[in-house]
């Protein structure tokens, strides 16, 4: 569907035009301002995503809203977007968070306003536009310019040795990306064209496609992250600040999984049911392993960053069963622990405005001091261990109903992570929460004010809509989750 109102065009640029301009014009000396500018140029990205979810056509696996205009005519390079069930979801969601995010540094970033709002507005406009990209090579430029404001963010606001995590996150995901530029010339000299939708019927024999789905493999494993190459992620979330912690969770990490989605199933898809084993093998051990290591750690935001990978773990094993209720489930995980995590992030963000320590040691007692903030809290880390009518349920849910039906075995240890997800969260919980109070810091901590209340609540109000609620969620997504997989079940190996 071809719609004469560019609205992908205005998710994206909206916030990188405010951003750019704040850049031009902001500074500490009008901050105010700079904050204001910040927050319209966010709410306009995100009005500018409601009419993709109200007008959109759940019956169809077709692309939605495609906007289409040369770029590089030489190449046939062309800005090219478009959006289907499988994407529209994390368009709405990444403009919806970076509401959250510039109301959660209102009054927390005091030094280089200007700057910090850019970074997250840009960055923004640059996610959309992974999410919504059809041209291979727009795609790739999008992808690899969303580390640029997130390496600013950590590298300038970060903590004590945000430097060397700044490096770390950047290195990473800059290395794990550059086989994929090389995939990505491969498929154009094959084809003849960038388009990602003409890429998804190329033939290739099977040792091109092994090659395609492992160059492809090392960008998209590292963005999750997939254990082994998840070490990057707890230092970029103990170093980031509260906002880059809250949109490398929410967003960032979503943007790997998302590219399997988008890129490798499609256009290599019997590389990747013959690999599917293996994937699911990573999985299973980010699920029970990562689950394990995040039971250790004395650092809130480590133990939080841990279980990201362990959740995200189960969105890659939604993915390769090739079930439709696997894939579904994947998807709306996805979905919800953009919420969960976000929420999880903000609220150790209110904790160490307070008392400048993530130590878990450092607390108890704070509900006597924080009854708000405790019973918020508490919603969400139930919802970060998988509690029935939270969005952190429907997820996993589906995707062991999914696995169930591929292998029990498989659905037996994957059902593992409900009981380590209670473990760790609660654990957590208890110790920073209840209890008598610790010490003279906690017995002087202020419950959260208007603005941090109201922005957990709707954070608060998304989990539960979406938990008791899943509808409207895995409606958008059934249909292009049915042609992907029906797509993925003919083979494309070249004769």
Known sequence: MTTSVSFLSAAIWIPILAGLFILAFGNDRNGAVVRTVSLVGALGGFLATIPLYTRFDVT??????VEKMPWIDRFGVDYHLGVDGISVWFVLLTAFITVVVVVAGWKVIEERVAGYMAAFLILSGLMVGVFSALDGL????????????????????????????????????????????????????????????????????????????????????????????????????????????????AIMLKLGAYGFLRLSLPIVPDASQALSGFMITLSLIAVVYIGLVALVQTDMKKLVAYSSIAHMGFVTLGFFMFEQLGMQGGIVQMISHGFISGAMFLCIGVLYDRMHSRRIADYGGVVNTMPKFAALFMLFTMANAGLPATSGFVG????????????????????????????????????????????????????????????????????????????????????????????????????
């Not at 169809?60 to 809203?65: G, H, I, P, V």
């Not at 970060?158 to 995901?173: D, E, H, M, Q, S």
């Not at 969260?425 to 004010?449: C, H, Q």
Request: net charge negative; glycine share 6%.
């Open 60 to 65: 169809s696996a077709e692309m939605q809203f």
């Open 138 to 249: 727009l795609f790739y430029v999008f992808f690899e310019a969303t580390l640029i404001p997130m390496y600013v963010i950590i590298g300038i606001w970060g903590g004590p040795n945000r430097v060397y995590a700044a490096f770390k996150f950047f290195l990473y995901t800059l290395l794990g990306s550059l086989l994929t530029l090389v995939a990505i010339i491969f498929l154009y000299l094959k084809s003849g064209t960038f388009s990602i939708l003409e890429w998804h019927q190329v033939p290739l024999s099977m040792s091109e496609q092994m090659a395609i789905f492992f160059a492809f493999l090392l960008a998209f494993a590292v963005k999750v992250p997939m254990w082994p190459v998840h070490t990057w992620l707890p230092d970029a979330h103990v170093e980031a600040p509260t906002g880059g912690s809250v949109v490398l969770a």
């Open 396 to 495: 996993e849910f589906m995707v062991i109903l999914g696995a169930v039906k591929f292998n029990f075995w498989i659905a037996a240890i994957a059902s593992t992570t409900l009981i380590f997800g209670a473990a760790y969260s609660l654990w957590m919980y208890k110790r920073v929460v209840f209890g008598e109070i610790a010490n003279d810091e906690v017995r002087a901590l202020k419950d959260v004010d208007a603005r941090e209340f109201w922005m957990l609540a709707v954070l608060a109000a998304a989990v539960l809509a979406m938990g008791l609620w899943p509808k409207p969620f895995t409606d958008v997504s059934e249909a292009s989750v049915r042609a992907l997989l029906d797509h993925v079940a003919i083979s494309k190996i070249a004769e």
